[in-house]
């Protein structure tokens, strides 16, 4: 019987080896889910189907036995008793067969809303995590986690249930049957060809295990690699780098290929092995039965139903190393799913934890400091304050800081030391829904989903009339443009955003903003993809629009702050400088060299790019 070897995922070589009983105990409760009585009936309902389909399978060889030993020259009476006999074996074998069918539709339900489960809460979990763990992830490897381990959810959960205890059970009914009716040599060869079979396959299978995860990781590094270069399709091109790319693919799709001849080999010798352990001990009982009837114990029906029941055996002892070993692959391709259940969320709402109560908007940072790496502090002791509806600048060059301000008032990362609160509230203690509600950034780099501009605009606030959202675009200066598109607000914008050019997106992104109507807003670089008219345009409206706001602005182009309440200018994670545009100016410290250095560039032709480049 030829069997195929799916591939399964292995989780990376850094990790501990799970707890496979851990796992299963992980999915029973999925079996009996919580407050769902339908679903727990329906589990009832396909043990009582399984029950009936498996009592009914052991009694099909019996009454196999008895039209046979009805037809045999001894006991063949009248055609009446066969007939009835053949009849009443025909219709067991089409109620096993439908009882097992109405086990499948009663279970179908609970095992899918099982995997729906464990999705949703993997892809929940995810979203809990830090900005830490995504900066640090593989797409392609994460994806391919999830899509095996929910498919591995869904052959665990059918085969624990439905296969490995039914077949157990059944293997456990023959062999009681044949001892019953016969002696206990028959069950003793039972048993033995039982044990010999399951220990082979166990000790084959733990062997080919290092073959097949193997093949695993070399196809999530070809997955990995693959999609990463796709997304950086424009990258690519602009070297002529796509040999390089290929070679990169192709020398992952090898290694695959060396593992996957490895697992197919070892995979023959399995069945090979499985085969000629099933075929001695059939050739050990049918010879004991055989001499059963020739010595006058036993009837012809005798010989036919030991036969019959070797045979209906001998499938769920060839299904059970089938089981096994998927089992075995499904408890490793959940291994990665369930490890990302594993990694710790970094930022949690505390205990108790109130929604945010933003009354003026009052952000302060005291004494804040940070660091991605404890060997390497970003934020070395910040404070300011941004009073209700004023607005504060923050400048310097690339790797001050700016950045990191943004991420810690989002909370993405806990400050490690200081803190950083609204209205007098630690961001901490609040959480983390209600805190980023009540912000709206438009951020430097910004990122698209890949579907309508309606649907990007209306992220801001789903749910938003198309009214709202056309005067969200119109505020943005981008309304214009996509009334001028041949499918307007419903033209599909691509992979990230592609289909758009850079001033598009962050138009697109500043209506979503917009749409948004936070209480606190947050300009990461705005406007640094936008030409000079265009920025004109957009920075009345992010004017009218922040107007009785608080606004904290990162900015390059220090044209675009002259008017903030207060700018501040980092440097090695520290306030460098502090004041407005006119008194940095008459200062004359390093703000005044960034202004003259931009005015120079920006007065040259052609140097629009770099007025941006010299705030670095």
């Keep these: 019987m030829r069997r195929r070897d799916p591939s399964s995922y292995e989780r990376p070589p850094h990790l501990g080896p799970r707890n496979d009983w851990r796992?299963?105990?992980?999915?029973?409760p999925y079996l009996w889910p919580r407050n769902r009585l339908g679903l727990r009936v329906r589990v009832v309902l396909a043990l009582a189907f399984l029950a009936a389909a498996k009592g009914i399978s052991v009694l099909v060889p019996l009454l196999y036995k008895q039209a046979v030993d009805a037809l045999s020259p001894k006991g063949a009476v009248a055609a009446a008793l066969p007939l009835s006999i053949l009849l009443a074996y025909g219709s067991a074998r089409v109620l096993a067969s439908t009882f097992t069918e109405l086990r499948d539709?009663?279970?179908?339900?609970?095992?899918?809303?099982?995997?729906?489960?464990?999705?949703?809460?993997?892809?929940?979990?995810?979203?809990?995590?830090?900005?830490?763990?995504?900066?640090?992830?593989?797409?392609?490897?994460?994806?391919?986690?999830?899509?095996?381990?929910?498919?591995?959810?869904?052959?665990?959960?059918?085969?624990?249930?439905?296969?490995?205890?039914?077949?157990?059970?059944?293997?456990?009914?023959?062999?009681?049957?044949?001892?019953?009716?016969?002696?206990?040599?028959?069950?003793?060869?039972t048993f033995g060809t039982i044990a010999v079979y399951i220990v082979f396959t166990l000790a084959v299978?733990?062997?080919?295990?290092?073959?097949?995860?193997?093949?695993?990781?070399?196809?999530?590094?070809?997955?990995t690699k693959a999609i990463d270069s796709l997304l950086n399709y424009e990258t690519v091109k602009y070297f002529g780098n796509e040999g390089h790319e290929s070679a990169r693919y192709d020398h992952a799709l090898a290694r695959y290929e060396q593992a996957a001849v490895k697992s197919k080999v070892t995979l023959s010798l399995l069945n090979i092995g499985q085969g000629a352990v099933i075929a001695i001990g059939l050739v050990i009982l049918m010879g004991m039965a055989a001499d059963g009837v020739v010595r006058g114990r036993m009837t012809v029906g005798d010989f036919v139903l030991v036969n019959s029941y070797l045979v209906q055996l001998s499938m769920p002892l060839?299904?059970?190393?089938?089981?096994?070993?998927?089992?075995?692959?499904?408890?490793?391709?959940?291994?990665?799913?369930?490890?990302?259940?594993?990694?710790?969320?970094?930022?949690?709402?505390?205990?108790?934890?109130?929604?945010?109560?933003?009354?003026?908007g009052e952000i302060r940072f005291d004494d804040v400091h940070f660091a991605y790496e404890p060997a390497r502090e970003i934020l070395k002791g910040i404070s300011f304050a941004v009073p209700p509806g004023r607005m504060v600048a923050i400048v310097g060059p690339s790797g001050s800081g700016k950045s990191t301000l943004s991420r810690l008032l989002f909370r993405f990362y806990d400050v490690t030391g200081g803190a950083i609160s609204i209205d007098g509230q630690d961001i901490r203690d609040v959480t983390q829904k209600s805190l980023r509600a009540a912000i709206g950034i438009v951020p430097q780099d910004t990122v698209l989903f890949n579907d309508t501009i309606r649907y990007n605009i209306a992220y801001g606030r789903p749910g938003a009339s198309q009214y709202e959202i056309e005067r969200a675009a119109a505020l943005a200066s981008v309304h214009g443009f996509v009334s001028g598109l041949p499918e307007g607000y419903d033209t599909r914008v691509g992979e990230r955003g592609l289909k758009l050019s850079g001033g598009e997106k962050q138009r697109v992104a500043i209506a979503r903003t917009i749409l948004k109507a936070p209480r606190i807003l947050l300009f990461d670089e705005a406007t640094s993809a936008l030409d000079t008219h265009t920025e004109k345009e957009i920075q009345g409206s992010l004017r009218e629009v922040s107007r009785d706001r608080t606004t904290l602005v990162i900015a390059h182009r220090l044209s675009t702050i002259v008017d903030a309440d207060e700018i501040l200018l980092l440097d090695h994670g520290r306030i460098l400088e502090r004041g407005t545009h006119a008194s940095l100016l008459v200062a004359g410290g390093r703000y005044a060299e960034m202004w003259a250095k931009q005015q120079e560039a920006a007065s040259l032709p052609g140097t629009l790019a770099g007025a941006g480049q010299a705030a670095e």
């Design 23 to 28: 796992t299963i105990r992980a999915l029973l």
């Design 205 to 223: 299978t733990e062997w080919r295990t290092k073959f097949r995860r193997t093949m695993n990781q070399t196809d999530t590094e070809a997955s």
């Design 105 to 189: 539709i009663a279970f179908a339900r609970v095992g899918q809303h099982a995997i729906r489960t464990v999705g949703l809460a993997v892809f929940q979990h995810l979203h809990a995590l830090a900005l830490r763990f995504h900066l640090d992830r593989q797409t392609g490897g994460v994806s391919r986690a999830i899509e095996r381990g929910t498919k591995g959810t869904e052959f665990l959960l059918n085969f624990m249930l439905f296969n490995i205890l039914p077949t157990l059970a059944e293997i456990g009914l023959v062999t009681a049957v044949l001892w019953r009716l016969y002696d206990v040599r028959f069950a003793v060869a």
């Design 318 to 360: 060839n299904f059970l190393g089938f089981v096994y070993r998927e089992i075995k692959q499904s408890l490793t391709d959940m291994e990665a799913m369930f490890h990302l259940l594993d990694v710790n969320v970094e930022v949690k709402d505390r205990p108790g934890a109130l929604a945010l109560a933003v009354t003026g």
